[in-house]
């Protein structure tokens, strides 16, 4: 596993996790069953990717800590959980196209009011694209994604999203709204899909989840005042 | 080998609003009908039951409740001699699936019509000279109306449980409604419900610039109701979980929480889910239906013989069936000869963002599909089209119906795409933003139409529904128009910074951007059959037991969302079979 940024700022995350465990310890059975060890993965316990190699998992989990970082406002993407989020996802129908028409002839210079008109389907969006993009990493600067500095890799995603990579393989506008679309899903999802841990996107917003009874507070000009509460019933 | 079944009196193709209230009146008038829905069964229980519906990812971003587009979905191109590509992905419109069709999760904006926009040709015509509609626009009468229809959409209002505030009712002055309405027998089953804050906001701007604001037509219930079909609904609690949803609350109204129950209670209806109808069959000659084919969940070819067949599925739906089913004429753009696919309509949308200080709590979860505070200032024929030189309006609105953060999380102009400075920007926004729609009226056009694709076919081997449509320049100039209006409103409240979407001039038609699900014609009504394929009664002028019912039936877009003219229409054709059809069989108008 390359030794980025991103990862280290993901262990340190796990450990502080950790380190609170003792305190969620559900107590008097005698084993050390955590809350933490079934909600979320841990350290002992980390998420395996389903559908990502090691290599795309490495970029992933990268990508989305440029996207949404952590920094002042909160937890970002990885911290989130975006990268299990997209791997779920990626099993799903949706993940396999399976939502879309998807009958041949394609068009792959169709106008862009036209919406997608490719063969790919999110697998190969991320498959097909990660694969050159680390490939095209490599011959620019001997080092795939993940392992760039964070401003290099700022600056590739940039040129991901205004199309000025030449990728060969897709448009690299493709690979980057695919990409950050996900991001955003899984940073503002449920947590039953993955994402979204401890509710921080929810949190940074002011989005209340399942809280879905505002009876009381339909013409208050007010700031919300509950915390959110996911389907699970898991508070933020 | 198809398997042919027992015949019954009628058939209901498709089972949204549409064939639950012609279920329902047929078979009140002692008909036995089935009811074939493509899709499968699903209800407020469980499909939309606490938690697991509060769910934006599975419900909105991924369709649940959506038109599966892998079977089955439409082909687009901006011009008749375009090659048209497949609407592949859900986006710029969401039709439904299963049991309520899109009355399951619809928002609930219930509204009635202007009463001149049922005779829109003729009254542009009086109004402002017969050179004023322009060239290549063909818009025309409904053949029907708002006297005729206004016992049914007061009876559709009651069986919605319609929240609203009425102007007029029975050419008196009641209360604070919506100036512009015309005249009405009943009152609102229910009261208005409450304006959000960011609807009151609204109002208090609109008052401001001299328009004229009103609480908008909710089928969003504001108190207990119980319907004339003894179904009970409950209040709406602004949830926010409306548009893409089934209503936990039961306060929604849908064709299976208001209509179904009742329904079942009849031994003459059988509803008969996972059945797809591929055509209608015709005798020998074409001038009569003998029922349906259908596909079942086993992929079994079924045919269900009936005397009367509603063909009541949503708008593209019914003109492809009638297309694959060779009922009418199809139209011909070049020479604008025949009917079926003519005047293929849409909704021409702009809209105002506006983003506050930390101080102003719009709060955007807080919301109700159908409700808001709009102004009709700029709709329809209630401003002077004289010197502006184009046809149609635009009511406008806040219509919060709860945004959520995957979809419905707005940032204002020049904020950073992502990263840090996205983070940022989305924390300060989220709350403290409000969106206005101008929800415009989209005109027909001769080569804005619908026919068979020549090359993709759906999930049964059968040609997709193909649609040529863009935007003209009577659309381009009334949008921007209201949209400057509107921006008056969106001005006087003060806020940080607007954001105006608004169309340019020579934009096209864009299936990525939601616009609305309100697809319009294509199966018009009308008084002459060489321009109109079904007749005021929505019957086809062709077959005489095939009725024709829903949006198909408009002959051009209007300001409103279609929902309330489509269920007055219905109840007026299934009155139109009970007192006079079921009598006598046969054309209820001689062409």
Known sequence: MPDDKAFNGRRDFLRKTLAVIPAITVAGYGVATTVASQAAPTLQNPYRPRFFTAAEWAFV????????????????????????????????????????????????????EFGHQLKLVPRDIYRIGIAALDRWCQSQHGKVFAELEPAGQDDLLRQLEGGHLDLQDLPSTLLFSQLWQNTREGFFADPIHGGNRGLVGWKLVGFPGARADFMDWVDRNEKYPFPPVSISGERG | MATTLKPVNAVVVGFGWAGAILAKELTEAGLQVVALERGPHQDTYPDGAYPNTLDELTYNSRGKLFQDLSKSTVTIRHGIDGTALPYRQLSAFLPGNGVGGAGLHWSGVHFRIMPEELRLRSH?????????????????????????????????????????????????????????????????????????????????????????????????????????????????????????????????????????????????????????????????????????????AQGREIVQPADLVIVSAFQFHNVHLMLLSGIGKPYDPRTGEGVVGKNFAYQNMATIKAFFDRDVHTNPFIGTGGGGVAVDDFNSD??????????????????????????????????????????????????????????????????????????????????????TFDWKENEYKMTRYVTEQMRKIAEAMNPKTIAVHVKNFGDHFNTR???????????????????????????????????????????????????GLVAALAYWSAKAIREQYLKNPGPLVQA
């Open chain 2, 513 to 563: 951007a939601y616009q609305t699900t309100h697809l319009l014609g294509g199966a018009i009504m009308g008084s002459d059959p060489k321009t109109s394929a079904v007749n005021r009664y929505l019957q086809s002028w062709d077959v005489h037991n095939v009725f024709v019912i829903g949006a198909s039936a408009f002959p051009q877009g209007t300001g409103y969302n279609p929902t």
């Open chain 2, 382 to 467: 209630n401003f002077d089209h004289g010197p502006l030189g184009f046809v149609g309006g635009s009511p406008f609105w806040v219509n919060q119906a709860g945004s959520k953060p995957i979809r419905g999380l707005t940032l204002p102009p020049g904020a950073p795409s992502w990263g840090s400075g996205w983070k940022q920007a989305a924390k300060d926004a989220y709350t403290h933003t409000l969106s206005m729609d101008a929800h415009g009226s989209n005109m027909s056009y001769r080569d804005n139409y619908l026919d068979l694709d020549p090359t993709y076919k759906d999930a049964y081997g059968q040609p997709l529904l193909r649609m």
């Open chain 1, 61 to 112: 989990n990268a990508a989305v800590a440029r996207l949404i970082p952590s920094d002042a406002n909160g937890p970002g993407a990885v911290e989130a959980g975006v990268p299990e989020f997209i791997d779920r996802q990626l099993e799903t129908a949706y993940g396999h196209g399976n939502l879309w028409y998807m009958q041949a002839p394609f068009s792959a210079d169709a106008a862009p």
């Open chain 2, 124 to 296: 542009y015509e009086e109004r402002y000279g017969k050179g004023f509609i322009p060239e290549g626009m063909t818009i025309q009468d409904y053949g029907v109306s708002y006297e005729e229809l206004e016992p049914h959409f007061d009876f559709a209002e009651k069986v919605f449980g319609t929240s609203g505030s009425a102007y007029k009712v029975k050419g008196q002055v009641v209360g604070d409604g919506n100036p512009f309405a015309p005249d009405r027998s009943d009152n609102f089953p229910l009261p208005a419900l409450k304006d959000v804050h960011s609807a009151h906001l609204f109002r208090k701007a609109a008052e401001e610039v001299g328009m004229h604001p009103y609480a908008m037509p909710a089928a969003n219930a504001s108190g207990p109701w119980t319907n004339p079909y003894g179904v009970q609904m409950g209040p709406c609690n602004f949830c926010g979980f409306c548009s893409g949803y089934a209503c936990y609350m039961y306060s929604k109204a849908s064709p299976n929480l208001n209509i179904l129950p009742a329904l079942k209670q009849s031994e003459l209806f059988e509803l008969r889910v996972n059945s797809n109808v591929l055509r209608v069959n015709l005798d020998s000659d074409g001038k009569r239906a003998t029922g349906v084919t259908y596909v079942d």
